[in-house]
Every structure is written in structure tokens, then in C-alpha cells.
């Protein structure tokens, strides 16, 4: 197995290359040497390399590799090996794929080291394409060029090759980020990092009894990786490559206010914090605010996708100052999950609060999704008589037929989940929490004029269903009861799947027009096709529908009348009709079903009642009221 050491220029690559051939006898095979004579006066130029530039050169150095194995001899390759494509040509026809380390590094160093170098063909006008070039690898050892080019070898040592590494290595004592909190989250990002390569320094507070020696015995527990444990934060922050990247995972609200209180006066200009909860946009757009005053770069990134999206990768929505995003979008983009197409589900959002706004309106869509799903279940269940399987059974057919989502995934699978024999959900109070985004989304929606019916319905849901106790007894005291529609010919699974496909897109229209409606607001310049692109994995509401909204929104306009949702509304219009109505008289509650239907009628509304309340306002206020029948920015007062 032969080993390939890659990044850009300057990376360092040939010196560490070099330096592993000689730790472990190995022949050492520097890419550079091996370029077309007609690439090498390009480059000397400052001309960039193109893909034809690059195929036989990657072809001659995959034939050495080839010639290496076919002799049993194992060899170190120092190449840029930019892209996928690239790799994939120079591990071609290999037994053993190639053990890769991917030096990264600061766009600032790469370009001093640049600068520094004499004689060399490689200038540093060409390291801004090869890094536009560059596809990071995954499946690769992440390694960062702050340490030493001894440093990396022993740690590259130390991850191929356990056994020969010197015994005294210990983890350099730099990390490439640090992680602030321990909790759930706090500890599955540090693990995605770590696991890839990257070290990255750990730190929880101490709450004497409850919380002690947190990330120590984390840090313990997976010793294998490169992770800096600490119970100080002066030593955390000083274990930081600079400039210092720091990720906050705390609660939102107080227990942010408080670490950036005690983490400010040991920052220097030029570092950067990022809060990676679910805070308030508008405390977010005031931090970055006053951390920009003392010249700290603040981020908000929402991220997506709980313990197992942070664990194998979450959705990314990283807002702030832009200067401050580039300095750690190498380690966001890493973190993400990716999108079909293999990018990375993370962009940079917007300035101010835009990506926890951002993240608060993908909870409100969740928060929509959820009871959509719980509405169509209850339907199933306590109206139409069918079994928790019977109910897998039709979601199946959804999940298998355009509908399908995560959280419809788990949805099937929490109907499925046994206890003791009987079904786990049975034995689940039906009292609903929340934390606040949802609430946060709808005040948003009040606040920027625009509608937000569905999602409003699914956080008020939420808060009906926490009074368990009055609904008991509101059910005696009118004894209302749920009633069957067994045989009632107007429902049946199919129109119930076509009724959720009409919420399902309502709800998505609803969250997207907030966002536009705050884009126009607040000058944010949101990319809604971007977003959804990055909500097409990691991310709770990931679903079909989400990868076909990237194209339709790539076009302005409201999503209501992008022609494609005209076409799907219009084709189930009835069905969704029919079964919110039919739902109804059956005394069951929908409240996000009968909202979305609710305002998809009004939105068809050509000659809507409002003319009455106008009327209404100026009879006993005076407000004055536009005519039809004069010019339309004309308002008039009647004595009624
Ligand atoms: C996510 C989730 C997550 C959120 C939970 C719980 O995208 O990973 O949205 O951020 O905390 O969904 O939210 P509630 O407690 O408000 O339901």
C-alpha cells in the first residue's frame, strides 16, 4: 500500500512527503518532477493548468504506482491531486488503494510560503486556481500545516501505522479548532473532526457534582483520536492554532451570553467564534455587532440533522461576517454532509443573523412537517380503524412514491418500535414540547407581514396538546368523540397521500417566502435555491421534495405560482379538499392540514371579504379605504 501526501502549492507536501519516505524506507516519487515540459513553461508563466493539461502527467505518475505494486515495494507520492477525478486516475488499477493525507492550510500561509520560495515554477497567482480547483477529499487523513513538517509524519505514523510510531507521541499540543460544550452535539462534531484527522481541542465547564472532568473522560474514551481535552478555558483557548476557530454548542440564550463574557478577554483580533445552537437571530445579528468591535469575527450557524447528522454529517448554515466564514470554511465544508452531486451541505448563508434565522425557519417547516405527519396518522389510526403496520404499510407506499422524507423514515420506524410485546408509542404522553424556534419562525412571519399559517398551526398544536389534563375533561364535558369513516367513499389512503402532499408543499411555500420576505428586509441576499440545495441532506426536513425545489427556485417568484407546484396543487386539490373536510366532520382536529387548506383557498380567493373590514375600519375610525373604482394608490374617507 502505497502512500499519497496531497494538497496545494505550498501545502508543504513534497517536504513531508519526503520526510515519511525517509521515516519509513520507502522510495519517494515527487509529482512535480514528473510534469510535461509544456506544462512546466505554462506554469512558469502563471498560466493555470487545465484537465488536458493534466491527464497524461496523472496517467505516468498512476504507471509508476502501478510499476511500485506490481514489484511489491511501497512508494510515497507528493501530488496536488486537486480533484476526485484526478485521485481516482492515479489509484487506477491498484490492488491497495492509496493511504491519502491531505495537507490544508490558511489561504495566508499557503501564500507567505509562496512567497519564500526561489526558483520554483509555481507562483502564487496559480494557488488561487488550484484551491478554486480543489475538491476536498473524505476519504482521507486531514492533517493542518500549523505543525511542524516532523509533526505531521509522526502523526502520519501514528494513524497508518500505530505500531511504529515513536512511543513518546503525544497529540500536538495545536489544535485546528476548538469545541466549546460536551453535550450530545458538542461531543458527535468533535468525533465526525477528530475521526477524519483533525485535532480539535474539547472543552466543558465544571459543575461541581454534575459535570466534572467532562471532556477528559471523553477524550479517554477515544483515545485513538486527536483530541485536546480541557476544564480551563485560558489553557483551551491556548491550545488553538491561530487565528483561534472556536464552535460554541451551549444553550441558547443565557449560557451564550455568559462563555462570550469569559472567552472574549482571551481572544486576540482575528479569531473567531461561532455559536452552533439554536440562538435568536437577533441576539446573533447583535453579536456579531459587538464582537466586530473588538474585532473577533462572529458566526450563527444553525446545523441540522441531531446527534447522528453531526456525528456522520449535519446541514450547515453558517451566517455572519464573510471574512470571518472564510477563515473556517474549510473545516465547516469538511463537517457537512453532501449533496447528491458530492458538494457540501453548507454555504455561507448571509451576513448578521441570517444563517440562525435561516435555521429557524427550517424548524418551523419541521414543526409543520411533524404535525402533518401526526395529522395523517391520527387519521389513519383513530378514523379510518387501520393498524400501527397497516399505517407502515400506506407510509411505505408514500416513502416509495415522491413523498419520501426523513421524517417520514422515522416515522415508519417509531411505528414499529416494540416494547414489552406493544407498541412504544402507546405508552408515549401525548403532551408536545418545544424549545422555541417554531414560536420564533411565526413571530418572524408577524413581525415581516407575511403568512405563515401551517407552521403558526404546528406550534399552537403543540401547546393545545401540552393541556392533557383540560382536554380530558373539555372531551367529557362535550363528549365529542373521535367518529369512523370506515366506508365513507371520500376518504381513503390515497386521497390522505395526496391530502399531505398539499400541505407538505404549502408548508415549504410558507417557509421559503419568509425567508424571501427577510432577504428583501433585511438586505440579505438569500440564495433560496443554495439553501434548499444544502437541506438536501444532514438536515430534518431532507426529503424528495427538497431536491426538486433547487431547480424551482432557482426562479423569483412565489412558490405557489412556480408552475410546477400550480400543476401538483392542481391535480390534488380535490382529494385534499375532501379529506380535510371529510377529517373534520369526523370530529378530528387538523390543525396544519385545515391551515394550509385554509390559506390555499384564500390565496384563490379573486373577491376576498377585506373590502367589508376596510369598510368596518373607516366607519368607526376613519382609516380610509382604496376604491375600485378609482386610481389604486388613491385613499378615501366616507361619512358612513
Ligand atoms: C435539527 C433540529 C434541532 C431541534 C430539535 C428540537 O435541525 O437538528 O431542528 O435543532 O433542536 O428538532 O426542537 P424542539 O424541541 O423545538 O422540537
Redesign the pocket.
Known sequence: MSYMVMGVSGSGKSTVGRLLAERLQLHFIDADDHHLATSVEKMSQGIPLTDDDRWEWLQKLNHLLQQAENTNQEVVLACSALKGQYRQILGEGLASPLKIIYLHGEEDVLRSRLGNRKGHFMTDVLLQSQLQTLEIPQEALHLNIVHTPEELVTQIMQHFKPDSASPSFTVSSVASLGIIGMGVMGKSLALNLAGKGISVAVFNRTVPGKEEQVAERFAEENQTLPLLPFSELPQFVQALEKPRRILLMVKAGRAVEELLDQIQPLLEEGDLVMDGG?SQYQDTTRRVAEMKTRQVHFLGVG????EE?ALKGPSLMPGGEKAGYEKVADILNFLAAQDKNGKPCCTYVGPDGAGHFV?MV??GI??AEMQALAEAYQLFRYHLNFSPSGIVEEFTKWQESGLNSYLLEITIAILQKQEDGTLLLDKILDAA??????GWSTAAALELGTSLDSIAAAVMARHLSALKEQRVQAATLYGIEPEQLVGVPLLHAQQLKQAFEGVKLINHAFGFELMRQASLQFQWNLNLSEIARIWTNG??IRSQLMEELVEMLKTEGPLLQHPCIVERLSAIFLPFKETVAAGIKANAALPVSSAALNYFLGYNTVQSPANLIQAQRDYFGAHTFRRTDQPVDQYFHVDW
Open positions: 439554536n446545523i441540522s440533522g441531531g447528522g435555521k427550517h424548524n419541521e414543526y414540547d418545544q424549545k422555541g424556534t417554531g438536515c430534518i
